[in-house]
């Protein structure tokens, strides 16, 4: 009996047991791919219940006999709630959460949520900028923030590009923004040494709010790059990338003489007869040469990238390899570089945390001559007459050839020939660069970090440029008796940094959170550079200085600088709808005088989640905030010691003796920005349609410019702080959602930015300050254009016209009447982007384009490829439209009456409006869908195709409109201004290959 009693208790309570508790289990994956998702909390909802998924995204969980309700969340993803019921098995789809990816923004020394941002920051992910084939990670943030214009320098492989944050913000110190990647500052020439494949996301930091907190280097704005760190990797992941592709220059929309054009231009305008004429018509040493085909050819571009991902409970690590050549359009042109990455975190102790970042780059870059003469190409290639063959020919047509059996270059009417120059005159720069930090994180108590991070910054780089014996140029600027130049030289770029950290958020009452931010930075750079020359090689094989018959010049020097720093910042939040923050930074640095060493910067901001207000409870409205900031901050000069008196020493009656040569100034300051904005952040219908709209005025007080002096005192100018500058501005971006399902998309997305600036003060004594074709003066934009206005031609006798400074016609032109044209400067008015992204379930669609105007360009090669007049520049050959010159009384819309001996005049007749628009990039690609992936063992396959600057429209431009710079060896490098053979854009397509293991 006693036994049939206790069979009876134990079934009982097993049958209770099994009523109170049972097991749910299923698999969680991602609605979009299929892919599976480990590391999912699901919670039973109301208790402390709760398990994540395993790698194969599976889970299992003991829930009521009752059921109840599983609650699944994960980064990045929408929550979702099941209510249990009677089933065992609850498998679940997790849509992405678009808002919540996207919702935490790198600022200065942290992160915010971007619903609780109360500055102008814009962010643009790694990924829009991994398949367009450019070297630099400046030139690919084109079009993708609004208020940041950015501009190709030129179309060298691995060029750099201009970027204008709200404007210009300086007329003599830099307008570059402040470039940080993982906390370490890097200089212009660094940019193409970062691999786009590495980069997890780019804050742009437009307003005073924003920038303040980075204090004496911010007045441009800052770019923070943040790169991958393995943190957002599901599982362990290995990833290789492929891509190939060709580049060719953007094609003129003019056209070149041929042979025949050109004789028949040149007998018309008096440069020949007509019998000479005939008999090159009728040469065979004189072939219609098109020097486009000849000089030119169709470049490449090729990358090859791996990398190694992943996190677990103690460690993150993102370990990456790449490759990436480029061969330019010109012979001779060519930037190769090879990367390696190694990101690492580990967790020491629950509270203390050891990592680090770094990247070590070997770049090779092989340039032509960017110079407005007969050694660069690209001025070659509309200079040479068409019928100039590339090598010397004889009277049947066949190369004449050298005593090595080599054919002779032709030299041509200009006396030398490039394409000999681009092979016997090579120059290579080589850099090496190792840029990293380690870091040490301790979290003691709840909500406080504290932080050191020490970093560096190398720069190594070697020149060389050989002028080879025997070569054309060398018989131009070479000794007969010494054959050869060679030119070295090395610099070598120390930089340190030292940031330290405290960083504390708390609620001190429910609803009110505060964080504060305290820290001190050190900043230190050694810089040393050598160069030698020598003359005299035995042979062009021989190229070390040791084999130069003597060493012609060598010098070496050093420089240094210094910022020490102190910041704080204190932000604040209420109920997640009100929030203000405050900063303060004070900067010492080692380039101004010994009474302004220090500067203090400071800002403040405020934002309202007003949707969050009861009385807008519109169901429509997701999300509506506005913001403003005011705000301090600051800029250095380009000069490491401006304000320092210098010696220079020299010999006088065999004695040494110290000259001056710089005049000191202890009182040069800080140039300070002082901006305020305002802006709105809005969302309907779940964020369908979303965007915001930011208004900013940025004033420059104290401006760094040579201030011309007394030619008594022995000197010309002396760098001070005169003058003050203005930009206002607007800047739009919208994004619609037209359509948004879980196999079909399509977003249109585009931004409008408007820039306006004044020169309100030059303490100058009411002078204007006159550069070469631009001057800057107060009520006037900067750098408005000066010239003489052209007036036409007199249609009586095709004479050039012009307008004296009262505003009356002459034909005789004069540069005292050259005066400031309103309005017209090489800065845009307005610029932006548009365009749209489309999937339809593994296959996407992105295409943007780029625009700007209001800008104009002195176009100095327009001037050049069609004179019909002046300087004999006609005996170079013509654009075709140069026929349309004054040939009889009466003829109107047509050039000057044609004459070999006219020089030709600055006006602004070759001034020209360079609005366009841009087809910047399209890519197109297909994602193979999960169920072959898992076939074949693999995370992920995609292949695109692409094309970049595939199409332009510019009405009133003559060539390319996107104007970077006119020459660096000519000294013309100022954003937009001229036109003059630098390396031209170029337009390309790639195809390539992304393969996840």
């Known amino acids: 009996m006693k036994k049939i009693l206790l069979t009876c208790f134990m079934l009982v309570f097993v049958l209770y047991a099994w009523a109170q508790d049972r097991t749910v289990s299923g698999t969680v994956t991602d609605a979009e791919t299929g892919e599976a998702l480990p590391g999912v909390n699901v919670l039973l909802k109301g208790t402390g219940t709760g398990i994540t998924t395993d790698l194969d995204g599976n889970y299992k969980i003991s829930v009521p006999s009752d059921g109840g309700t599983l609650v699944f969340t994960f980064i990045g993803m929408e929550k979702v709630e099941v209510n249990i019921g009677a089933r065992s098995v609850i498998d679940v789809q997790m849509e992405t959460d678009v808002e919540q990816l996207s919702e935490v923004i790198v600022t200065g020394y942290g992160s915010v949520k971007r619903a609780d941002l109360t500055s102008s920051i814009s962010t643009v992910s790694g990924e829009d900028l991994q398949s367009i084939p450019i070297a630099g990670i400046d030139n690919l943030l084109q079009g993708k923030s609004p208020g940041v214009q950015v501009i190709n320098q030129n179309g060298a492989p691995g060029a750099n590009a201009y970027i204008r944050v709200r404007g210009v913000g300086s007329v003599n110190a830099s307008n570059e923004p402040l470039f940080i990647i993982d906390g370490i500052q890097l200089t212009s020439v660094q940019y193409n040494a970062i691999n786009p494949n590495d980069i997890q996301d780019i804050s742009i930091l437009k307003d005073a709010a924003a920038t303040s907190i980075y204090g004496a280097r911010a007045s441009n704005g800052v770019v923070l790059v943040t790169t991958k760190d393995g943190s957002r990797t599901k599982k362990p992941q290995v990833t290789y990338k492929y891509q190939m592709g060709a580049k060719e220059m953007i094609p003129n929309n003019f056209e070149m003489m041929n042979k025949e054009e050109k004789l028949r231009y040149e007998v018309e305008v008096g440069l020949r007869d007509e019998a000479s004429a005939e008999e090159l018509r009728n040469s065979l040493a004189a072939p219609d040469t098109d020097w486009f085909d000849v000089l030119l050819r169709r470049g490449s571009v090729q990358s090859h990238d791996l990398s190694f991902s992943g996190n677990g409970e103690k460690s993150k690590y993102f370990f990456s390899f790449g490759t990436y050549d480029e061969e330019g359009i010109s012979v001779g042109s060519k930037f190769s570089r090879i990367t390696g990455r190694a990101n690492t975190e580990f967790k020491l102790t629950d509270f203390l945390s050891f990592g680090n970042n770094l990247t070590v ?62 092979r016997k005159n090579p120059e290579e720069e080589k850099y090496t660069n190792a840029i990293g930090n380690v ?31 025997g070569s054309i140029l060398d018989g131009y600027v070479g000794d007969p008796a010494a054959p050869g130049i060679k030119t070295d030289n090395n610099d070598v770029r120390n930089q340190f940094n030292w940031t330290n950290t405290v960083n504390y958020n708390f609620s001190p009452v429910e609803g009110h959170i505060i964080d504060v931010l305290g820290g001190t930075e050190l900043i230190t750079a050694d810089i040393r550079t050598s160069r030698i020359s ?56 080692s380039r101004f005088g010994a009474d302004q060493k220090y500067g203090i910067f400071w800002a403040t901001s405020a934002g309202w989640n007003i949707h969050d207000e009861s009385f807008l409870d519109f169901d429509f409205l997701s999300q509506f905030k506005i913001r403003g900031s005011v705000g301090t901050s600051g800029n250095v000069p380009n000069e490491l010691y401006a304000s320092r008196g210098f010696y220079g020493f020299g010999s006088y009656n065999n004695t040494v003796t110290r000259v001056p040569t710089q005049l000191e100034n202890k009182d040069l300051k800080w140039e300070e920005n002082f901006n305020y904005s305002v802006g709105v952040d809005f969302g309907v219908f779940n964020n369908r349609f979303s965007g915001s709209v930011d208004y900013y005025t940025r004033n420059t007080r104290d401006l760094l410019f040579n201030r011309p002096v007394s030619r008594t005192t022995g000197w010309t ?23 948004r399902s879980r196999d079909f998309n ?98 996407a669609l992105n295409v943007n384009f780029y625009y700007q105007g209001g800008n104009y360009v002195y176009n100095i090669a327009y001037n050049s490829q069609q004179l019909a007049n002046g300087n004999n520049a006609a005996r170079s050959n013509q654009r075709v439209d140069a026929f349309n010159y004054w040939k009889e009384p009466g003829d109107v819309d047509v050039l000057p009456r044609p004459g070999v001996d006219v020089p030709t005049f600055t006006s602004d007749r070759y001034l020209q409006r360079a609005d366009f628009i ?8 297909y994602s193979l869908p999960k169920s072959i992936l898992d076939k074949i063992k693999l995370q992920g396959i995609q292949v695109f195709v692409q094309g970049t600057n595939l199409w332009t429209f510019n009405p009133f431009f003559d060539g390319d409109p996107e104007v970077g710079r006119g020459s660096a060896e000519s000294g013309l490098t100022q954003l937009g201004e001229v036109t003059l053979y630098t390396f031209p854009n170029t337009r390309g397509a790639t195809a390539g290959l992304n393969i996840t293991f």
């Open 746 to 843: 399509f977003t249109l997305l585009g931004s409008v930015a408007t820039n306006d600036n004044e020169v309100l003060n030059l303490d100058n004594g009411g002078e204007d300050i006159v550069d070469a074709f631009t001057l800057l003066s107060e009520g006037s934009k900067v750098n408005t254009f000066y010239l003489v206005r052209y007036a036409g031609v007199n249609p009586a006798n095709g004479e050039e016209l012009f307008y004296n400074k009262d505003g009356e016609i002459t034909n005789s032109w004069s540069g005292d009447d050259a005066v400031a044209l309103d309005g017209k400067t090489p800065l845009p008015t307005y610029f932006g982007n548009f365009g749209f992204n489309t999937s339809y379930k593994g296959l």
């Open 717 to 739: 100018s002396r760098l001070e702080n005169i003058g003050e500058i203005v930009n206002t501005g607007i800047e739009v971006e919208l994004a619609y959602d037209i359509v």
């Open 439 to 469: 870091y040490l994180s301790a979290d003691p108590i709840e909500g406080l970090r504290i932080k050191s991070v020490a970093g560096i910054n190398y720069r190594l780089r070697n020149r060389e440029y050989y002028i080879m014996p």
């Open 361 to 422: 780059t070997n770049s090779t870059n092989n340039q032509t001559r960017d110079r407005n003469n007969v050694q660069n190409p690209f001025r070659a290639i509309y200079d040479y007459n068409p019928y100039e063959p590339e090598f010397i020919l004889d009277e049947e047509g066949n190369k004449e050839l050298d005593e090595n059996g080599d054919p002779i270059y032709n030299p041509t009417r200009q006396g030398f020939s490039i394409g000999e120059a681009l």
């Open 534 to 589: 020598s003359k005299g090689f035995p042979s062009e094989n021989f190229t070390t200085h040791d084999n130069a018959s003597e060493v012609t010049a060598g010098n070496t020097t050093r420089d240094q600088w210094a910022l020490w720093s102190q910041f704080g910042q204190v932000s604040y939040n209420l109920n997640e709808k009100y929030f203000a923050t405050g900063s303060i930074r004070r900067d010492g640095s």
């Open 918 to 925: 841009r087809l910047r990039n399209v890519n197109l690609s």
